[in-house]
Nanobody, 124 residues
Framework: VQLQASGGGLVQAGGSLRLSCAASGRSFSSYHMGWFRQAPGMEREFVAALSRSGGSALYTDSAKGRFTISRDNPKNTVYLQMNSLKPEDTAVYYC??????????????????WGQGTQVTVSS
């Protein structure tokens, strides 16, 4: 599967962005989907993940209550709605697809396919 992330940009603190990740290929609904981010000089970190059906979501603590991950399986797309953005949310955001396992994982090593990343910059 190929993943294409979009929707990043420059926003002021307190603002919102919605990231999209479109998947090509078949069987999108057979993948758990995740969002990760990487700030300059930092390791890639987990943000959120969603199960194949969309019924189970995971969030990092900093994203809880501000970010919402969702998916539209007929459209082969996963979203990350980000509200109340903070300067520390500035990073390149990546979507990823996890093929195996019963539940979505937080570890990047569990994901098989990655998108190219989209830059999110939050100004103070």
């Amino acid at each position: 599967v190929q993943l294409q992330a979009s929707g990043g940009g420059l926003v002021q603190a307190g603002g919102s962005l919605r990231l999209s990740c479109a998947a090509s290929g078949r069987s999108f609904s057979s993948y758990h989907m995740g969002w990760f981010r990487q700030a300059p000089g930092m390791e890639r970190e987990f943000v959120a993940a969603l199960s194949r059906s969309g019924g189970s979501a995971l969030y990092t603590d900093s994203a809880k209550g501000r970010f919402t991950i969702s998916r539209d399986n007929p459209k082969n797309t996963v979203y990350l709605q980000m509200n109340s953005l903070k300067p520390e949310d500035t990073a390149v955001y990546y979507c990823a697809a996890q093929r195996r396992g019963i539940v979505p994982e937080r570890r990047a090593s569990e994901y098989d396919y990655w998108g190219q990343g989209t830059q999110v910059t939050v100004s103070s």
